[in-house]
T-cell receptor
Framework: NAGVMQNPRHLVRRRGQEARLRCSPM?????VYWYRQLPEEGLKFMVY????????ESGMPKERFSAEFPKEGPSILRIQQVVRGDSAAYFC???????????????FGAGTRLSVL | GNSVTQMEGPVTLSEEAFLTINCTYT??????LFWYVQYPGEGLQLLLK?????DKGSNKGFEATYRKETTSFHLEKGSVQVSDSAVYFC????????????FGRGTQLTVWP
């Protein structure tokens, strides 16, 4: 069972370009989370999605950022018109549907490191 | 609100030394508590968890006890190894089976031979 797959691992963009980050959850997982890690900081929650639904987007910047998790295919985090302050590591996590005693165990991908020039 | 405060690093130890990384939290409701570890260039891996007061999570020689009276979840290991060098994150959730995690800033641990 492959883990959470994120690509690309590294992404370089110039200011004003668009960045698309992809996340394929673990097999059987229907819940996806995106977090951002700025240098020297912990992870900050951005958005929580189920298939075709945004459950919690309270951590998403109001402009330029969007996320989706379509019925088929990976989850996409999209950043339009990137600025230098968007440079960070973006991590995706997935979790299975709740069963029995499972308690919100999230499995993380290796992350996409975005550099904005 | 919900938040996690971790002791600031970096922490530098010699092999076989005793490790403590402090973590305190503020939460509404009955959160679950977690320690995650991040090795260089990798994503986070769950190290251990505790879902209710007085629970002790343990894994790979690491332990942490959920202390509701002191709102703490300190990470300990009796004898660290060079391979334990990593960044350690304390986290909590809202106590439901799904939903966002709240992370501390992370503590960098370096173990020298």
């Amino acid at each position: 069972n492959a883990g959470v797959m994120q690509n690309p691992r590294h992404l370089v963009r110039r200011r004003g370009q668009e960045a698309r980050l992809r996340c394929s959850p673990m097999k059987g997982h229907s819940h996806v989370y995106w977090y951002r890690q700025l240098p020297e900081e912990g992870l900050k929650f951005m958005v929580y999605l189920q298939k075709e639904n945004i459950i919690d987007e309270s951590g998403m910047p109001k402009e330029r950022f969007s996320a989706e998790f379509p019925k088929e295919g990976p989850s996409i985090l999209r950043i339009q018109q990137v600025v230098r302050g968007d440079s960070a590591a973006y991590f995706c996590a997935s979790s299975p549907p709740p069963q029995g005693g499972t308690k919100n165990i999230q499995y993380f991908g290796a992350g996409t490191r975005l550099s904005v020039l | 609100g919900n938040s996690v405060t971790q002791m600031e690093g970096p922490v530098t130890l010699s092999e076989e030394a005793f490790l403590t990384i402090n973590c305190t939290y503020t939460a509404t409701g009955y959160p679950s508590l977690f320690w995650y570890v991040q090795y260089p260039g990798e994503g986070l891996q769950l190290l251990l968890k505790a879902t209710k007061a007085d629970d002790k999570g343990s894994n790979k020689g690491f332990e942490a006890t959920y202390r509701k009276e002191t709102t703490s979840f300190h990470l300990e290991k009796g004898s660290v190894q060079v391979s334990d060098s990593a960044v350690y994150f304390c986290a909590l959730d809202r106590g439901s089976t799904l939903g966002r995690l709240y992370f501390g800033r992370g503590t960098q641990l370096t173990v020298w031979p």
